[in-house]
């Protein structure tokens, strides 16, 4: 970029990042949303997802302390909450863990890690050093996924009730909450990058910054693909499941 954009053509852009590289586009997640999974494969995908899960707390954190201003730091603190609960057995990292255990996956299993992939770990830390180390505004910027997700997360639910006997509503509990959650955290943090952007530099870097994000969460995808469906070759030391030990 070499001239600097309006604030809506900045957020067309980076919308339209999204429309070509969000993970709703990868084959993975069309097998899951359209029933053509195993059980041992949704049990992979959700185990592997936890990383991510667990991480994004550690993200937000990182981001609330290097953010000058209370009011912004109030605003972003209300993400932290929502993953880790005001006490224990709240917040979206428990329902992510009930979601796993209606899957029939041990908790300690799933939060040791042991059995996820070392791609997914690799992605996920590679999120986490991005916001730690890049400038705050890009760090901001990483997470406009969220302008994306209640498209996906309409689709999974959908799907996975309609196709799935071994999945229900208190299963995917998780996904009620994040359909009001996401889009209050996008408005906030587009409505920061398009106020803070103010140079055609920035206004790349921010567009770099969703690129990678969504590179991010591609990257887990084509990992799970790679162990799970074709050419199903999982690692050593990840999770099997029980249809492909047979």
Known sequence: MTSLLAPEELEARLRRIGAERYH?????????????????????????????????????ASIMARLDDPDTRRIWRQRVVDHDGERPGEGGIARWLALTSGLDLERDYV???RGALPATRFAVEAYIHFVSERPILE?????????????????????MLANYSFVDDQTLAYFEARLSQAPRDADHALDYVKRHARTAAQQQAVLDALI???????????????????????????????????
Not at 140 to 153: D, G, R
Not at 223 to 237: D, K, Q
Request: with cysteine; net charge positive; hydrophobic share 40%.
């Open 212 to 246: 990678f994000k969504c590179d991010v969460l591609w990257a887990q995808l084509d990992a799970l693909h790679h162990a799970y469906v074709e050419p199903r070759h999982p690692p050593p030391g990840a999770f099997i499941p029980e249809d492909m030990a047979r």
């Open 139 to 159: 760090a901001i910027a990483s997470s406009l996924t969220e302008l994306f997700s209640p498209t996906i997360i309409a689709e999974r639910v959908a799907g």
């Open 111 to 113: 939060t040791s890690t």
């Open 24 to 60: 709703n586009n990868h084959p993975f997640h069309k097998l899951l949303h359209s029933g053509r999974l195993t059980k041992g494969q949704v049990q992979a995908w959700a185990l592997n997802r936890y990383c991510y899960q667990a991480a994004i707390p550690r993200k937000d």
